[in-house]
């Protein structure tokens, strides 16, 4: 009894385990038999002590306790029993799991009967089911330290500073094992062996699984993949090449920075790249791509009457001044930063702001100025359009988490509770961040509906809704200094971010660009940029990143730079022997059109228009403001046009559905504009009833030319004349001359191509 006294803290406690000491004697003798191999093992106690917040809570991440489906579940956890997510912290942890439920979680006195031993192991009722067997090394941890009488770790107990994974990296060959140690580092110089303990996520199971005893096993695909090591708050990654059993040093000739990089990383996998597509294939895949829309006839005919050898990057060049270019990029980063359209009221401010994000990138004005000028911005819409952001964003928390994730591509909503379960960053950094901020006054203006911006004078600080405590700010552990009360620290921000060694600033758009060219980030997601999210190619990613900072953050330098790839101009028709490749580019990854691009689309190849409100006849959909044409336009919401509610691209659906099928199957939209009196098909019909009559294969050839932006091949052109050409027949097999069988033809043929993959999707 000295003993258990002893370890108590105050006389609650012992008389709490005492009478659980008391009524538990005789289920003891009764039942530790048949709980464990022996009793003596498992009465057995380790002779050091065990840390509550080293040695127990670990067990308890690794038996999945705390995670957010079980006992760290918002709301109370489960059944009444609240753990911190992934014991962040522990000491919150050590009151609900010795205090809470009158003592009954555990039991020093009788410690087999402790309901955490109890339940864990199957010998109660337990709706996580049963965590780990009796005989086990976490069950005797846990055992240990309640017979130990379960004592609160001292004040001076070692802290976790680091994890480190080994091997760090390596090459692993296909269907292949390699094993991984986890060593922690602890503030007392101590290291220990945490294999057992640590929590194994892969990034890619397609490539590499890893057990959750770190045994890594390769599978058949090429390529590269990593796997995430955590241990209590801090994580290590482990990154693995798998090369393909073949080498290969075929690949187009480059002295490109990003072929070097990408065609390097290649041939250290084994994979060969796809030829670089043909003239035709470029034209219209890199007219979509910067310009948001299918090249006319004319930019054809002029490109293929360019005999010079740099006609691609002249052509890349003259859609960079084109409309089209601010056009589509308008239209993505006003997504982004949710220009949408609640009130009626909203209008003046919504239009306003897409006219400057869209005079600004056809100016080609610098994305740090940009970013500057949005993230300062003070006044009124008529004065200064960039404050309608903070009409759409109005909370120091949203406008940080919003800010994070779009130009630093980093994701802190979690920290906002709790410390981030895959990063570094704690409550504190997160109140840090969201202090820039805490002094932005507004008040309305004379314009209903719109407010005056401005700066409130005043101590930047926000307070931390956990432990109370009023945070300075900070970005993301960097000091940007004193800030006076009469300086914007909004200021400070952008400086920060604008700063060439920023580690995040100019990564995450240049990340987000690849994707938008190549069809991948090489970071996935492309706005979760993070040490244990590693990139395929961090060569390629770093060289990127610093040709952004180096040319000024100039946006169409880092399009040309792109574009001009060979990587970017390979063709879209894999090999035998990289078909299986869907992250290391050797191969062009065909997307979908957006919503947008497949209207404007269409309407080229019926030459309609689609008319929208308050807007001149004419407007393309990919120059639309707002997200308020979505409600208006069956076709945009079908095919995936984002609402403007979140900064994430995956808004944007652009996977195939039903309900698009559907639409181009039996949609008045589709038909009225196939069947319009004014469009392609009546015009076709006309000349070719005319005097002289415009031959068949004349108006075949002219639509795969609009449509495919190249000419129709021979077996292709026979097909379709002869489908235009033969009369309907009627259901007793005989013609039928009602003198609208070529109108109708056409019309079916158009909407055949429309309806074509190859039409459908930018390859």
Not at 3 to 10: A, G
Not at 206 to 221: F, K, N, R, T, Y
Not at 460 to 466: F, M, W
Request: aromatic content about 8%.
């Amino acid at each position: 009894m000295v003993c258990l006294v002893r370890s108590c803290r105050d006389l609650r406690r012992v008389t709490t385990f005492t009478l659980v000491w008391l009524s538990s004697a005789v289920i003891c003798t009764a039942n530790t038999s048949a709980m464990s191999p022996s009793s003596e093992t498992s009465m057995l106690e380790t002779t050091g002590p065990v840390s509550f917040k080293n040695d127990v809570v670990p067990v308890l991440t690794k038996l999945g306790c705390n995670t957010g489906t079980c006992h760290a579940k918002a709301g109370g956890g489960q059944n009444g029993f609240q753990l911190s997510l992934f014991g962040f912290e522990p000491d919150e942890d050590y009151d609900h799991l010795v205090w809470e439920a009158r003592g009954r979680r555990v039991s020093p006195a009788a410690p087999d009967q402790s309901l955490l031993l109890l339940k864990a192991s199957g010998h109660m009722a337990h709706g996580g089911g049963v965590r780990m067997a009796v005989d086990s090394e976490h069950y005797q941890v846990l055992r240990s330290w309640i017979s130990q009488g379960a004592p609160r770790d001292p004040p001076d107990a070692p802290e976790l500073v680091s994890i480190e994974a080994h091997p760090a990296s390596g090459v692993l060959e296909r269907n292949s094992e390699t094993q991984l140690t986890a060593i922690a580092r602890y503030s007392d110089q101590t290291q220990r062996d945490v294999t057992s303990l640590a929590i194994y996520e892969t990034n890619d199971p397609a490539l590499i699984e890893c057990s959750p005893a770190g045994l890594v096993h390769a599978e058949d695909i090429p390529g590269k993949a990593s796997v995430m090591v955590r241990f209590q708050g801090k994580m290590a990654v482990y990154s693995a090449a798998i090369p393909r059993a073949q080498a290969t040093s075929e690949f187009p000739p480059s002295d490109h920075f990003i072929d070097r990089l990408v065609f390097r990383n290649l041939e250290t996998l084994g994979i060969p790249a796809s030829p670089i597509c043909d003239d035709d294939t470029f034209l219209r895949r890199v007219t979509l791509d910067i310009a948001g829309r299918l090249p006319t006839l004319s930019q054809r005919q002029a490109f293929h009457a360019n005999s010079s050898d740099d006609r691609r990057a002249e052509f890349i060049d003259e859609l960079l001044e084109s409309p089209g270019y601010a056009d589509t990029f308008a239209n993505k980063w006003t997504s982004l930063l949710k220009n949408r359209r609640d009130e009626v009221s909203d209008i003046k401010s919504n239009f306003a702001f897409h006219a400057w994000i869209r005079d600004s990138l056809l100016a080609n004005r610098p994305y740090d100025e940009i970013v500057r000028e949005l993230l300062a911005a003070t006044g009124t819409v008529d004065a200064n359009p960039a404050v309608a952001w903070y009409k759409r964003v109005k909370e120091p928390n949203q406008q940080i988490e919003d800010v994070a994730q779009l130009f630093l591509g980093v994701r802190v909503q979690c920290a906002q509770c709790h410390h981030h379960p895959f990063e570094r960053w704690s409550q504190d950094d997160y109140y840090a961040l969201s202090a820039f901020f805490t002094q932005i006054g507004r008040k309305p203006s004379d314009v209903y509906g719109e407010d005056l911006i401005f700066h409130d004078r005043g101590i930047a600080q926000a307070k931390n809704i956990k432990s109370g405590q009023l945070i300075r700010p900070l970005a993301l552990g960097d000091s940007v200094g004193q800030i006076p009360p009469d300086e914007d620290p909004r200021l400070r921000l952008a400086d920060w971010m604008a700063d060439a060694d920023n580690p995040f600033f100019a990564k995450a758009l240049v990340n987000r660009y690849w994707k938008h060219f190549v069809g991948r980030g090489l970071v996935e997601p492309e706005d979760d940029i993070r040490d244990t999210n590693p990139p395929t190619n961090p060569e390629l990613l770093e060289a990127l990143e610093q040709h952004f900072v180096d040319s000024g953050f100039d946006l169409k330098s880092l399009v040309r730079a792109i574009t001009t790839s060979k990587t970017y101009q390979l063709s879209s028709l894999p090999t035998s022997d990289n078909l299986a490749d869907r992250q290391n580019y050797s191969w062009h990854y065909p997307q979908r059109l957006q919503a947008e691009v497949m209207l404007d689309a269409i309407n080229d190849v019926t030459a309609t228009r689609t008319d929208f409100a308050n807007l001149p006849l004419g407007t393309r959909a990919i120059a639309l403001p707002d997200n308020s044409y979505n409600k208006s336009s069956e076709f945009l919401r079908t095919f995936g046009r984002p609402e403007a509610t979140s900064v994430c691209e995956c808004e944007r659906v652009q996977s195939a559905s039903l309900a698009q099928s559907l639409h181009f199957l039996n949609a008045n939209e589709i038909r009225s504009k196939i069947g319009d009196p004014n469009g392609r098909a009546a015009s076709f019909v006309k000349a070719h009833n005319a005097e002289p009559p415009t031959p068949a294969e004349d108006q075949v050839r002219e639509l795969y030319r609009i449509a495919f932006s190249r000419e129709v091949k021979n077996e292709e052109l026979a097909t379709a004349v002869t489908y235009l050409t033969n009369a309907k027949i009627d259901a007793d097999g005989k013609p039928i001359s009602d003198g609208n069988t070529y109108r109708e033809n056409m019309e079916d043929l158009i909407w055949a191509i429309i309806n074509s993959k190859e039409f459908l999707f930018n390859h």
